[in-house]
């Protein structure tokens, strides 16, 4: 296999492999899939050009499974490109990184030299794998799996052992003087085999175990066909062994973190008892919505807010749009009302006001200011009965109110919504 080749494939390899835990929560968009383990969404799937939509959804997918945070990968064939840095952007955290490191097996094998007081064995039963388990606990500082966790990759273990010659997922141990100090695995798949988990206790380093588990790693893939080996090395302990055992290193994954952001029960129940939200759509002069991003929120709005007390609506909007964008402008009628019922962390209903701001020249979109601690970016999105640029931005109910809000200023109409959708006979010509 040649180095170009190689290369490609270990990358396009390495962008493809994801695991899920059998007791995480598998969540989905069109364009995102995470799974949410112990209170993080590891982010396993994204398509798509737009990066801001991208962590958009994986955000909202997380917190509302249950999530704290957000984990994405981000290496050299990550599409789109700039994904890296739409998560450094928002201030995310570097909490892993890794080489992405091949063996070209049609070589032959490397010479290891590992000690003879080390050996390694085959994981088959519950048994060993309790014992894998408690060494991987130890060595990578992780709790141990839960009952159901082990008693499910008890199951799969007595399926791989079961297939015999069809088996393509290992576990090993490694023990020196019989006591138990390493363990590793190794999954064959398309001609790639896949080393993962390879850990050993923090004494027993320097003392060949890993070399030992990664020999026989190395022998089984060959012996079962596979063209190279993969890993994703962690940087400061199995890369360099890898690299002194003939591994070439091809790129860096990074893993980013972003906090899910989310308004506090506390500050729901401070709020009045019925919320009053109101907000405008403005337009760009070739006919796009304007939305904003909020610092302090993993979603995007529409310009406005919550009414405060003894405010009227219109006012309400105003001012947020002054507040938040610099513009002191006359509003204009009202478009929609959106009635929405208590959900996640707000416990009571909700009654959005959107009017129309009309239309941004060029000079208005220039004199924009943004409200620093309130907002960190905008952008206008075509909406019309083709196509929403909103969807995966905003949140849905909020997708079909600004949808609603265009058609409604387009019909010279007034229109009530019930979670974004519309009530029959509550259209109602404008009184001008």
Not at 129 to 137: F, Q, R
Not at 182 to 188: E, F, N, P
Not at 202 to 221: C, E, I, K, T, W
Request: proline residues 6%.
């Amino acid at each position: 296999m040649g180095e170009h080749e190689l290369r490609d494939e270990a990358l396009a390899a390495a962008a493809a492999w994801v695991w899920t835990p059998y007791d995480a929560i598998v969540a989905s968009s069109d364009d995102v899939t995470v799974a949410v383990h112990e209170g993080k969404g590891t982010v396993q799937r994204a398509y798509g050009d737009d990066p801001a939509r991208l962590v958009t959804q994986a955000l909202r997918l997380t917190g509302v499974n249950g999530g704290d945070a957000v984990v994405f990968s981000v290496h050299p064939a990550t599409v789109p490109a700039d994904l890296g840095d739409e998560l450094t952007r928002r201030g995310s955290e570097i909490v892993g990184e890794h080489d992405i490191s091949a063996y070209d097996l049609s070589g032959g094998l490397p010479e290891l030299a590992v000690p003879a007081d080390v050996t390694v064995e085959r994981v088959d039963t519950p048994e060993q794998l309790a014992e894998a388990y408690a060494v991987a606990s130890a060595a990578f500082g992780q709790p141990l799996p839960s009952p159901e966790f082990a008693d499910a990759e008890a199951a799969e273990l007595a399926t791989q052992v079961a297939a015999g010659p069809d088996r393509t997922v290992f576990r090993y141990l490694a023990r020196i003087d019989g006591r138990p100090v390493g363990s590793a695995g190794l999954t064959v798949d398309g001609g790639v085999a896949k080393l993962w988990g390879g850990g050993v206790l923090a004494d027993a380093r320097g003392r060949g175990a890993y070399r030992a588990l990664l020999a026989v790693r190395l022998a089984q893939a060959a012996a079962l066909g596979a063209r190279f080996a993969l890993v994703k090395a962690r940087i400061g302990t199995s890369s360099p062994i890898l690299r002194r055992a003939g591994f070439v290193a091809y790129g860096r994954e990074v893993q980013h973190q972003l906090p899910v952001r989310r308004a506090s029960a506390e500050h729901y129940r401070s709020l009045p008892h019925k919320i009053l939200g109101s907000g405008a759509v403005f337009f760009d002069e070739a006919g796009r919505v304007l939305i904003v991003e909020p610092s302090y929120k993993d979603h995007w709005e529409i310009p406005g807010g919550v009414v405060e007390r003894n405010e009227p609506p219109l006012a309400g909007a105003h001012r947020e749009v002054l507040e938040e964008l610099g513009l002191d402008r006359a509003l204009g009628r009202l478009l929609v009302v959106d009635w929405s019922p208590p959900r996640g962390r707000r416990t009571i209903d909700l009654m959005a006001f959107v009017f129309d701001g009309g239309v941004l020249t060029e000079a208005d979109v220039a004199a924009i200011r943004l409200q620093p601690e309130e907002l960190r970016g905008y952008r206008f999105c075509r909406v019309d009965d083709e196509v929403n640029e909103t969807a995966g931005l905003l949140p849905p109910i909020l997708t079909k109110r600004v949808a609603a809000a265009v058609r409604a200023r387009a019909a010279g109409a007034t229109v009530y919504l019930e979670s974004g959708d519309p009530i029959d006979g509550t259209v109602t010509p404008s009184q001008g």
